[in-house]
């Protein structure tokens, strides 16, 4: 679609016809394969939430974050009940669909509706979940959902010096826009923000992508992968 200009010769950019704003996240499920994201419930999740942190031998998962590590499951469980019935951010628990265990969390947060931005953060991973298929369907269930509610814009935002964090937007198919620094102290540190988005044009190309990735015949005897999402991705071009 061509950019358009005013009578003044001035761009104004590409015209969103029909534009309306799009609804607001309110799924309590949403199911895959390996497995579901429900609702965050702290009584329902915590124990199992806990249990899945035990498995790290350090405190390193918890680093990037504003908050945790924890000291205790009374602790955590504080923390859980202050975010479990917000609306924004809005958290879900990762749900391994073979042990059935909440093994760790994510949200949508800076919900933009009128303008169709949306964000994914406050992913926290447990041991058990990392590098799973559960752990990359968990991310496409997401994405799919606010691509299908209309969203336009879909964003992931982590601590420049996160290493893994940047890997992770690159993998699942983000394109990096961009630092924005000193964005913010978090545990007494300065915080250089890296900006990642993937827009609904893109969609389609991820959408194949991890479609094809997730499905059993792209795995081996031994569960590793044929095909990386990366492959995947020129695939459908």
């Keep these: 679609m061509s950019i358009l200009s005013n009578t003044w010769g001035q761009l104004l950019g590409e015209p969103v016809p029909d534009w309306q704003p799009c609804s607001r996240p309110n799924a309590t499920l949403l199911s895959g394969q390996y497995c579901r994201l429900e609702r965050l419930q702290p009584e329902q999740h915590g124990a199992d939430l806990w249990q899945a942190q035990q498995a790290a031998v350090d405190g390193r998962d918890w680093t990037y974050l504003p908050y945790g590590s924890f000291d205790s499951l009374e602790d955590y469980r504080v923390w859980l009940q202050s975010v479990s019935a917000l609306e924004d951010p809005y958290f879900f628990a990762i749900i391994d669909e073979t042990t059935r265990q909440a093994l760790g969390v994510a949200s949508l947060m800076r919900i933009d509706p009128a303008n169709g931005v949306i964000e994914v953060g406050h992913i926290y991973y447990s041991p058990l979940l990392q590098r799973t298929r559960a752990a990359t369907e968990a991310m496409?269930?997401?994405?799919?959902?606010?691509?299908?509610?209309?969203?336009?814009?879909?964003?992931?935002?982590c601590n420049d010096l996160n290493e893994p964090?940047?890997?992770?937007a690159g993998r699942l198919g983000f394109s990096f826009e961009g630092v924005f620094r000193q964005a913010a102290v978090i545990k007494g540190f300065n915080r250089d923000t890296a900006w990642y988005s993937l827009i609904d044009k893109e969609w389609p190309q991820c959408r194949y992508a991890f479609e094809h990735w997730l499905h059993p015949t792209n795995f081996d005897a031994q569960g590793q992968q044929l095909q990386s999402l990366a492959q995947w991705r020129k695939h459908s071009l």
């Design 140 to 157: 496409y269930l997401l994405m799919r959902y606010i691509f299908e509610l209309g969203y336009r814009r879909y964003e992931w935002k």
């Design 165 to 168: 964090s940047k890997r992770a």
